[in-house]
């Protein structure tokens, strides 16, 4: 068995091969597996998550998703990592991270479990053309030539080249027949036109962003919203900016409303600000909203406002509701994303409807597996696009060991 890739489907499908016996080389074009592992969950690597359910995940082919993770959830990637001695901690929102909260021990003891189950490991060997004779797959690589009549692509995507993200998988599915479902980046970063944003660069507040594309809601996130010389990043536009990817490219307008102050009503932010309010005092409103904003917010959000007070005595109810408009619907404008070099993953990928979901093998080509971020399969931030990859990895993996007729791997300068 051939596994192109040493991720984390990689990884995990050739610590379960190798474990029941099978001759399994995994190849791997960058100096070391699991480089993307070792820079998830800030260094500590977001595993999975304790609430896995279908809608968590975004496909094409969503009926895909929902066989694949039939009996696959939170505990069957639980018990994995208790095989190769990585207990599990909760964190917040139900992710899952090793005990040690240090990624490196993930990519440490996946590395010598893989070895432990005797599984030929390949480095700064790049997969460049596949072929196949037969019932054998014939892979020429920058290292030689390898062959076998079971093989796992497990090469990621084209997101996060800094990492070893790129297309050769696609290539090699392409090749082989099977047809793409168009590839945009995800859990990433926006940008946008404006000025006023470049001004207000290294604000980071918990807030509330709605995504429009055309005027239309799409989409509605909370969380952390970062300003910067780019754009805006965040967790809460993490999560939003698989949609903006989808409407960037079909040409949409795409704005953001961010509400500064999610956790105040309309009212109770009018009222405080009321409150706060003292008659005779000339206090400018630039300095007179320091006491509740980031300082560089303050001059878009005068301006925006339409407020015409200049000092703090000259506010009345009138003029405070358009500063509380301004705070709770301070718009952006979105002319891109940062695209794949600063994307974590990649929506879209090999059409699943090709694929089956139980075993992972092409429908077209006997023989040929697939597993992770290569399909068109992504899930939302917080240990999901993992789970997928473990999940998947280990479907082929079961589906291939249990075809004992698999042929060892032979190799050939």
Same mark, same amino acid.
């Given at each position: 068995?051939?596994?192109?890739?040493?991720?984390?489907?990689?990884?995990?499908?050739?610590i379960?091969?190798?474990r029941?016996?099978?001759n399994?080389?995994?190849?791997?074009?960058?100096?070391?597996?699991?480089?993307k592992?070792?820079?998830?969950?800030?260094?500590?690597?977001?595993?999975?998550?304790?609430h896995i359910?279908?809608?968590?995940?975004h496909?094409?082919?969503?009926?895909?998703?929902? $066989?694949?993770l039939d009996?696959? /959830?939170?505990? +069957?990637?639980? %018990? =994995?990592?208790?095989?190769? *001695?990585?207990? !599990?901690v909760e964190g917040?929102?139900?992710k899952?991270f090793?005990?040690?909260?240090?990624?490196?021990?993930?990519?440490?003891?996946?590395?010598?479990?893989?070895?432990?189950a005797?599984?030929?490991?390949?480095?700064n060997?790049?997969a460049?053309?596949?072929?196949?004779?037969?019932?054998?797959f014939?892979?020429?690589?920058s290292?030689?030539?390898?062959?076998?009549?079971?093989?796992?692509?497990?090469?990621?995507?084209? $997101?996060?080249?800094?990492?070893? /993200?790129?297309? +050769?998988?696609? %290539? =090699?599915?392409?090749?082989? *027949?099977?047809? !793409?479902?168009?590839?945009?980046?995800?859990?990433?970063?926006?940008?946008?036109?404006e000025?006023?944003?470049?001004?207000?660069?290294g604000?980071?507040i918990?807030?509330?962003?709605?995504?429009?594309?055309?005027?239309?809601?799409?989409?509605?996130?909370?969380?952390d919203?970062?300003?910067t010389?780019?754009?805006?990043?965040?967790?809460?536009i993490?999560?939003?900016?698989?949609?903006?990817a989808?409407?960037?490219?079909?040409?949409?307008y795409?704005?953001?409303?961010?509400?500064?102050?999610?956790? =105040?009503?309309?009212?109770?932010?009018?009222?405080l600000?009321?409150?706060n309010?003292?008659?005779e005092?000339n206090?400018?409103?630039?300095?007179?909203?320091?006491?509740?904003?980031?300082?560089?917010?303050i001059?878009?959000?005068?301006?925006v406002?339409?407020?015409?007070a200049?000092?703090?005595?000259?506010?009345?109810?009138?003029?405070?509701?358009?500063?509380?408009?301004?705070?709770?619907?301070l718009?952006l404008?979105?002319?891109?994303?940062?695209?794949f070099?600063?994307?974590e993953?990649?929506?879209?990928?090999?059409?699943?409807?090709?694929?089956d979901?139980?075993?992972?093998?092409?429908?077209?080509?006997?023989?040929?597996?697939?597993a992770?971020?290569?399909?068109?399969?992504?899930?939302?931030?917080?240990?999901?696009?993992?789970?997928?990859?473990w999940v998947?990895?280990?479907r082929?993996?079961?589906?291939?060991?249990?075809?004992?007729?698999?042929?060892?791997?032979?190799?050939?300068?």
């Open positions: 068995m051939i596994i192109i890739g040493g991720g984390a489907a990689g990884l995990c499908a050739a379960i091969a190798g029941k016996g099978l399994v080389t995994l190849l791997e074009q960058n100096n070391k597996v699991g480089k592992i070792l820079v998830s969950g800030n260094g500590k690597c977001n595993i999975t998550n304790r359910t279908p809608h968590r995940f496909s094409q082919n969503p009926d895909f998703v929902e $066989a694949l009996n696959y /959830g939170f505990k +069957a990637v639980k %018990a =994995f990592f208790h095989t190769v *001695g990585l207990p !599990l917040k929102e139900g899952m090793p005990m040690s909260m240090q990624a490196s021990s993930v990519v440490d003891i996946l590395l010598y479990e893989a070895q432990q005797g599984v030929k490991i390949i480095c060997c790049r460049e053309r596949i072929e196949k004779n037969g019932e054998v014939r892979i020429e690589t290292q030689g030539v390898f062959s076998s009549t079971k093989l796992l692509i497990a090469s990621g995507s084209v $997101a996060a080249p800094k990492l070893g /993200g790129s297309d +050769a998988g696609y %290539a =090699f599915a392409t090749r082989m *027949g099977h047809s !793409l479902v168009a590839r945009r980046p995800s859990l990433v970063q926006l940008c946008s036109e000025q006023w944003v470049k001004a207000c660069a604000v980071k918990k807030g509330h962003a709605t995504l429009f594309a055309n005027g239309e809601t799409v989409a509605q996130k909370e969380g919203l970062l300003f010389n780019y754009g805006i990043s965040g967790l809460a993490l999560d939003l900016s698989r949609q903006a989808h409407h960037l490219a079909q040409f949409d795409c704005e953001l409303s961010l509400d500064l102050m999610p956790n =105040f009503s309309k009212e109770r932010l009018t009222n600000l009321l409150q309010l003292h008659a005092s206090k400018p409103l630039s300095l007179w909203l320091q006491g509740i904003l980031p300082k560089k917010l001059p878009h959000i005068l301006n406002s339409g407020c015409k200049n000092t703090e005595k000259f506010l009345n109810r009138k003029e405070i509701g358009k500063l509380v408009y301004a705070i709770k619907h718009r404008s979105i002319s891109d994303t940062r695209g070099a600063y994307a993953v990649a929506a879209g990928g090999v059409d699943t409807t090709e694929i979901p139980v075993t992972m093998a092409s429908k077209y080509v006997p023989g040929l597996y697939f992770g971020e290569i399909l068109d399969v992504d899930g939302d931030r917080g240990g999901f696009n993992f789970h997928f990859a998947s990895a280990m082929a993996a079961a589906a291939i060991t249990s075809d004992r007729a698999s042929s060892d791997t032979s190799t050939s300068a």
